[in-house]
C-alpha cells in the first residue's frame, strides 16, 4: 500500500505566507507606524535598507547558483599554482572574480580544501575572499557609498589581505588533525546526478531565502540604532577609533548579514566615521555567527575555534590600517 504523501511546508511556504500576511495588515500598519515619529523613522531606515540592498541579492544569488552548475570545484583546482604561495594569491584573484555569499563559499572551499596538502591554503583563501571582494560586492558599496570611491577600494585591498595573510598563516601554522569532518564519500547533489536547472534552482533558492532572512535582521538592526541609541553613544564611539572598531567588528560577527547587502547596513550608520564602518564590512564576510557553525560542521570544532578568532583579528587589524591608510579621518 502505498504511503500518504504529506504536504510540505518549507522556507519558502513560510516566506510566502509571511508576505501575504504583511499584505493584508498593510492598512493597520501603516496606521500604527503614522502616529509614532520613532516607528515612521525606522520604519524609513529599514524599508531604505532592504528594498536598495535586495536587487544585488538577487543577482549575487543568480550568479551563485551559475557558479554551481558551470563551475565545479574540480575546475578550479585545476587553475591554481603549484607552489602554495602563489596558489594563495591566485586564489584571492579567483575568488574575487567569482559572486557569491559567504555562505555558499564554505561547502566549496571544503570540498576544495580535500584532505588538505598544497591545496588546503587556497581553498581558505578563496573561502574568504569570494564572498568580501566579488564584482557584485564591488558594485553594491558603490552605490551605497556614493562619490566615495575610496571606500570600494579600501574594502577591496583590506578584504583581499585578509583572505592573503589567513591563506599563507594557515600554510605555515595549519594542522591536518583540526580538520576533524570528513568529505562525504559521495556527492548527491551534483549536476552528474541532477539536471543543470535542478541544481541552480536549489542553490539560488538557498542561499537567497538564508541571506533574505539575515538582510532582514541587519536591515532591522540598523533601524533600532537609529532609534534606540542616544546620539552621546555614537559621539563617544566615533571620537574613540579603538571603541569603535571593536563595536563594528562586535556588530558584524553578531549580525552576520549577507556581503551582498551589507553595505547598504553600513551606509545607513552615517553617525559612525568610516574606518569603524569599513570594519563592518571587512569584518561580516570573513567571520559571523553563521560562518562559526558553517565551519565547525564542514572543518570540525577543532578548525572553527582557531581560524574563527584568528580571522577576526586579522581581519578587523586589516581593515583599521587599510581605512587610516585610504580614509584618514574621513566622516
Same mark, same amino acid.
Given at each position: 500500500?502505498?504511503?500518504?504523501?504529506?504536504?510540505?511546508?518549507?522556507? $519558502?511556504? !513560510?516566506?510566502? =505566507?509571511?508576505?501575504?500576511? @504583511?499584505?493584508?495588515?498593510?492598512?493597520?500598519?501603516?496606521?500604527?507606524?503614522?502616529?509614532? #515619529?520613532?516607528?515612521?523613522?525606522?520604519? +524609513?531606515? =529599514?524599508?531604505? &535598507? @532592504?528594498?536598495?540592498?535586495?536587487?544585488?541579492?538577487?543577482?549575487? &544569488?543568480?550568479?551563485?547558483?551559475?557558479?554551481?552548475?558551470?563551475?565545479?570545484?574540480?575546475?578550479?583546482?585545476?587553475?591554481?599554482?603549484?607552489?602554495?604561495?602563489?596558489? !594563495?594569491?591566485?586564489?584571492?584573484? /579567483?575568488?574575487?572574480?567569482?559572486?557569491?555569499?559567504?555562505?555558499? *563559499?564554505?561547502?566549496?572551499?571544503?570540498?576544495? =580544501?580535500?584532505?588538505?596538502?598544497? +591545496?588546503?591554503?587556497?581553498?581558505?583563501?578563496?573561502?574568504?575572499?569570494?564572498?568580501?571582494?566579488?564584482?557584485? !560586492? /564591488?558594485?553594491?558599496?558603490?552605490? #551605497?557609498?556614493?562619490?566615495?570611491?575610496?571606500?570600494?577600494?579600501?574594502?577591496?585591498?583590506? *578584504?583581499?589581505?585578509?583572505?592573503?595573510? $589567513?591563506?599563507?598563516?594557515?600554510?605555515?601554522?595549519?594542522?591536518?588533525?583540526?580538520?576533524?569532518?570528513?568529505?562525504? +564519500?559521495?556527492?548527491?547533489?551534483?549536476?552528474?546526478?541532477?539536471?543543470?536547472?535542478?541544481? @541552480?534552482?536549489? /542553490?539560488?533558492?538557498?542561499?537567497?531565502?538564508?541571506?533574505?532572512?539575515?538582510?532582514?535582521?541587519?536591515?532591522?538592526?540598523?533601524?533600532?540604532?537609529?532609534?534606540?541609541?542616544?546620539?552621546?553613544? =555614537?559621539?563617544?564611539?566615533?571620537?574613540?577609533?579603538?571603541?569603535?572598531?571593536?563595536? $563594528?567588528?562586535?556588530?558584524?560577527?553578531?549580525?552576520?548579514?549577507?556581503?551582498?547587502?551589507?553595505? @547598504?547596513?553600513? *551606509?545607513?550608520?552615517? $553617525?559612525?566615521?568610516? /574606518?569603524?564602518?569599513?570594519?563592518?564590512?571587512?569584518?561580516?564576510?570573513?567571520?559571523?555567527?553563521?560562518?562559526?557553525?558553517?565551519?565547525?560542521?564542514?572543518?570540525?570544532?577543532?578548525?572553527?575555534?582557531?581560524?574563527?578568532?584568528?580571522?577576526?583579528?586579522?581581519?578587523?587589524?586589516?581593515?583599521?590600517?587599510?581605512?587610516?591608510?585610504?580614509?584618514?579621518?574621513?566622516?
Amino acid at each position: 500500500m502505498r504511503a500518504e504523501r504529506r504536504p510540505r511546508f518549507g522556507s $519558502m511556504e !513560510v516566506l510566502v =505566507f509571511g508576505l501575504v500576511i @504583511f499584505a493584508i495588515s498593510g492598512t493597520w500598519l501603516r496606521a500604527i507606524v503614522a502616529n509614532s #515619529a520613532a516607528l515612521a523613522t525606522a520604519g +524609513t531606515v =529599514f524599508c531604505g &535598507v @532592504f528594498v536598495q540592498a535586495l536587487p544585488f541579492l538577487g543577482l549575487g &544569488v543568480v550568479v551563485s547558483g551559475l557558479i554551481a552548475v558551470f563551475v565545479p570545484p574540480e575546475r578550479l583546482l585545476r587553475w591554481l599554482p603549484r607552489r602554495p604561495a602563489a596558489a !594563495v594569491l591566485a586564489a584571492g584573484v /579567483v575568488g574575487a572574480a567569482l559572486p557569491g555569499c559567504e555562505c555558499g *563559499s564554505v561547502p566549496v572551499a571544503r570540498r576544495l =580544501f580535500g584532505d588538505g596538502g598544497a +591545496t588546503g591554503a587556497a581553498a581558505l583563501t578563496f573561502m574568504l575572499a569570494a564572498p568580501a571582494i566579488n564584482p557584485v !560586492v /564591488v558594485v553594491a558599496t558603490a552605490v #551605497a557609498f556614493p562619490g566615495q570611491p575610496k571606500m570600494v577600494v579600501a574594502r577591496v585591498a583590506a *578584504s583581499l589581505l585578509t583572505a592573503v595573510v $589567513m591563506g599563507w598563516a594557515w600554510s605555515r601554522w595549519g594542522r591536518a588533525e583540526w580538520i576533524s569532518r570528513r568529505l562525504p +564519500t559521495h556527492e548527491s547533489h551534483g549536476p552528474a546526478t541532477r539536471s543543470n536547472w535542478a541544481v @541552480f534552482c536549489e /542553490v539560488a533558492r538557498h542561499d537567497f531565502l538564508q541571506a533574505a532572512a539575515y538582510l532582514v535582521v541587519g536591515a532591522a538592526a540598523a533601524a533600532a540604532l537609529h532609534v534606540l541609541v542616544p546620539p552621546w553613544i =555614537f559621539e563617544h564611539v566615533g571620537a574613540h577609533l579603538v571603541l569603535g572598531v571593536v563595536a $563594528m567588528a562586535a556588530l558584524a560577527v553578531v549580525l552576520a548579514v549577507c556581503s551582498e547587502a551589507d553595505a @547598504f547596513v553600513a *551606509s545607513s550608520l552615517t $553617525m559612525v566615521p568610516l /574606518v569603524p564602518r569599513l570594519v563592518f564590512l571587512v569584518v561580516g564576510p570573513a567571520i559571523d555567527v553563521k560562518l562559526v557553525a558553517m565551519q565547525s560542521g564542514m572543518f570540525g570544532r577543532a578548525f572553527a575555534t582557531r581560524f574563527g578568532p584568528a580571522t577576526l583579528v586579522v581581519a578587523a587589524l586589516a581593515a583599521t590600517l587599510v581605512g587610516l591608510l585610504l580614509l584618514g579621518g574621513s566622516p
